[in-house]
């Protein structure tokens, strides 16, 4: 009776030191959930876990008859806390390696995870693959999502005074301390940095909203956590001018307001972060990402989403050169319309085909893709190309 009393001591001792903690580190890594899901790297739980002596303090079956008896790890059961996915007894951190198809839950801990369906489409923790469409997409991408995620405007001002409006998408349970991967939109002909966002464009299927994309695929954990912005592209037309804006105006700006993989503003934390960013666009946006984005920004970006247009055929050799033949590709996913002006249709087709035989490190099927999707030059296939990109992208 008194070395129950005395075990149970002990055990509840433990828990409350465990709890401890588990708290601090929440509190330490607060909004860093995300981190976990993403790179799931155990973290070193060594100094949590019992020392041999504290541990042979515990008399033998001291912890109750469920726990087995082992003399190599793991020694207990993890306790997991369903919020962290930190075991609640020995403060190891689950690294979320695999979870289940169907509602993306981890299968050790049971904690939320996203599916990462990475550039070749399939999940790496469940082995799904990526539910992608070039026809219809499914009838609940149009309308709003549960969560409506919250677009924000700004003006950011550039070194010589110039200023330029900006819109940035958040989703729902946006944490400003996470790390969110960053995907930049740029706009076609006669638009605005809102056409990324939420300006409504009437289709064949009924009225959209970009960013209800955003939503849907935030809600439903098909990709990790993703945050949009968009810019005015008045003047992009000059590389010199385009390049400036995304790497001394914007995407300084955005490390700074916002919770992305850039750990500062300088040239090199942003490069450090580039597998995180991604540049992408609609028609003459399309261009754009490639002149701008992939021509001039490769450095500070990794990924890329090309839609409705694209012929620049020097890219290749470019990103073969000096500065670039050694960076890495992590995802380049190209689309047209079906029923597009031919020129585009072909064009666009010929440009990815001479990207991907002109460039070693970039792989039809693997990292890049060319999806052709059903319709014309319109609001609508850029609103099943970016769901598709998004998935594959990251
Ligand atoms: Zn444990
Ligand atoms: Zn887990
Ligand atoms: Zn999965």
Known sequence: MRRKKRAAGVVIVLMALALVLVLTRRWSQAGTEED??????????ASLVPTESEASEQEPGAAGPEEPVQTEEPTHEHVWDGESGICLICGYACPHERHDAENAVCLQCGVL???R????????GCGMAAPLYTEDLPERYFAPAEHPGQVLHRTVTDKEGGEHRIAVWLPYDYNANGHYNLVLLIHGDNGSCDDWMDNERQSSRGKIRMCWIYDHLTEERLCPPFIVASMDNAGMEDPDYGERLIEETLLPYLSREFGTWM???SPEKIAAAREHIAIGGMSRGSLYSYSVGMDRCFDVAANFCCFSNGYEPSLAERLNDEEYGDLPIRCYVATVGTEDNQNYVTYHRMHYQALCQGVERLTDGENASFLEIKGGHEYLVWYTSIYDALLLMF
């Open 36 to 45: 976990t899901i993403r790179e799931g790297t155990p973290v070193p739980a």
């Open 117 to 124: 369906f990475g550039a070749a489409g399939v999940c790496d």
């Open 263 to 265: 750990t500062g503003s």
């Open 113 to 115: 995870c996203r599916h």
